[in-house]
């Protein structure tokens, strides 16, 4: 027979196993575990019984459920099967159980907005486990709180810390916003926790059809607690946007204190508009829990009509980001879209730092956030919307990069792809003869444009002034390495020297550095004033360049 505790440290709060395995036992019976005070110990699940082919050997398992009740080191001095002198018999066995810090992990609360007399339940979660401790709970005039009852403990993988979940029950009592605060275990008090106390409540707004063409029209339902089905609520219209109250009133299946005030929205110019706000009888404003996203198109097929890119400023200093506004217009029902750098002259430059700026903000002008392909992974956040091209209203899609040149330059900004997939609706001819006939396919296709920008002036910052001997680098770590094609030669026979510079700015802009002007050099050579090479790849610029030894005299 062999046992063991496994795991056999563990933290106060959670369970561990002790297992034993019999071979070839001469009977079902259980073993028996010796008791120990701090510790409840009970059978788990059945016996599991193995039967080896091979060797014919039979293996049965049992396992015990060890609860701790405080921390400490245990010892089990035994576990035995059997009696008189054929019990079989193993152990002691050390179990270390530990206590975890005490710490605040969460508060949430279920329902943020009540009315009076309604309930909402809030679930408190803290690192540790403390037997038989409570929380405290603060006396809020106008709510009424109540625990319910013992914690929940769950168990964080692959640490095994104990995580105490308690809930507490809070009753609105009167109107008023609310913090929670003063929540606390053992001294460690909880987060605060905000609930709004009110007449009415909105649960919530229901929209039909969320993408439309011009002149359309969908319904948006808002479900309300509260209200009146006569009250005189309306849904507040953003740009692009006419609301009117529904002419048929419809029913919500679920409780019986909702009221479903339902509205007409007909779009009148493409873009993206957001519906945030339902205007109260009294022409105060109440804000819908989750904002409705309409996505609003000319009627016609889909395409790219324009796509425009801009520098914000004409020239920028090295190491001084560059921001970029792309504009991108289209028609069609908006399904995603990439912003494609691979074939850019900027991306992909050890000198060139490039990423999106996602944090869109455009003086006047408002669009909803969206996330669009950034490279093979990544994602960019672009603003969907309206603007005009053409003296007409299309759909707009606008986003931005953040371009850092770490070497003064003309910085190229060509060959940007924007990528649009858009739904489109076409008629195409199947069969022939008598049994030619129209069908409507409908799926996506994307749209592809790119967009060239003027180069950008890259300067030195001002005041400062090229040492004699700069070629362009810029930063650290740089390293200058160079090589003969052969280390024997005769005098005035050719050499090809390779010299290969390596750094964080090394690119095109680098020269190779002026090897006829270098007397220690040419006292024993005669040096080619052409020079080779000037690839990059990567970080690395190549050049290459003649000498040739004056005399068999030279040796270095």
Do not use: C
């Amino acid at each position: 027979m062999r046992a063991g505790i496994n795991p056999d440290t563990i933290y106060l709060g959670t369970r561990t196993l002790l297992e034993v395995e019999v071979l070839n036992p001469t009977s079902n019976d259980w073993p028996e575990v010796a008791t120990v005070e701090g510790l409840v110990i009970k059978r788990y699940g059945g016996p599991n019984t193995i039967h080896d082919l091979f060797s014919g050997n039979v293996r049965r398992s049992f396992q015990f459920l060890i609860d701790p009740q405080r921390a400490g080191d245990f010892v089990i001095p035994s576990v035995t099967l059997g009696r008189g002198g054929d019990a079989l018999t193993d152990g002691p066995f050390t179990l270390h159980v530990k206590e975890a810090p005490l710490k605040f992990v969460s508060a949430e609360i279920d329902r943020e907005e009540l009315r009076p007399g309604e309930q909402a339940v809030v679930t408190v979660a803290y690192q540790g486990h403390r037997p038989e401790k409570r929380l405290a709970l603060p006396e809020v005039e106008g709510l009424v709180l109540r625990d319910l009852g013992p914690p929940r403990i769950e168990m964080t993988r692959p640490e095994g810390v104990p995580l105490t979940i308690f809930r507490i029950e809070v009753t609105a009592v009167r109107n008023g916003t609310y913090t929670l605060q003063g929540i606390s275990l053992e001294g460690v008090a909880a987060g605060p926790v905000a609930l709004k106390v009110s007449p009415f409540v909105i649960v919530g707004a229901q929209v039909g059809d969320s993408s439309l063409v011009v002149g359309g029209q969908t319904l948006v339902h808002v479900l309300a607690r509260g209200l009146e089905r006569t009250a005189d609520v309306r849904l507040v219209a953003p740009a692009g946007l006419k609301i009117e109250p529904a002419r048929r009133q419809y029913q919500y299946p679920g409780s019986p204190d909702t009221t479903v005030f339902s509205f007409e929205v007909t779009a009148t110019e493409p873009g993206s508009p957001v519906i945030r706000s339902l205007q109260m009888p009294d022409g105060s404003l109440a804000d819908l829990p989750k904002p409705v996203a309409l996505s609003v198109r000319q009627a016609g097929a889909g395409d790219i009509l324009a796509a425009r890119g801009a520098v914000r400023v004409q020239q920028s200093v090295v190491g001084e980001p560059v921001i970029v506004d792309y504009e991108v217009f289209f028609r069609g029902e908006f399904r995603a879209a990439a912003i494609d750098l691979s074939q850019t002259a900027f991306a992909n430059r050890p000198y060139i730092k490039v990423e999106p700026v996602n944090d869109l903000a455009y003086p006047d002008w408002t669009g909803r956030p969206i996330q669009v392909g950034f490279g093979p992974q990544a994602q960019a956040t672009a603003l969907s919307g309206a603007g005009e091209i053409n003296g007409q209203k299309e759909q707009l899609l606008r986003f931005a990069l953040r371009i850092t040149p770490m070497a003064a330059g003309e910085l190229e900004l060509k060959g940007l792809r924007v990528i649009v997939q858009i739904m489109v609706n076409e008629q195409r001819t199947i069969g022939g003869g008598a049994f030619q006939g129209l069908s409507v396919y409908r799926g996506t296709r994307e749209f592809v444009r790119t967009i060239d920008v003027p180069p950008h002036r890259v300067v030195d910052p001002p005041g400062k002034r090229q040492p004699p001997g700069y070629f362009g680098a810029v930063g650290r770590a740089f390293s200058f390495l160079t090589a003969l094609d052969r280390t024997t030669a005769s005098a005035m026979s050719p050499l090809t020297l390779t010299l290969k510079i390596t750094g964080e700015s090394v690119g095109p802009h680098f020269k190779p550095p002026p090897l006829t002007s270098i007397p220690e050099l040419t006292r024993g050579f005669e040096v080619s004033p052409n020079v080779g090479g000037g690839e990059v790849q990567g970080d690395t610029i190549t050049f290459t360049q003649v000498v040739r030894p004056r005399s068999e005299a030279v040796t270095e």
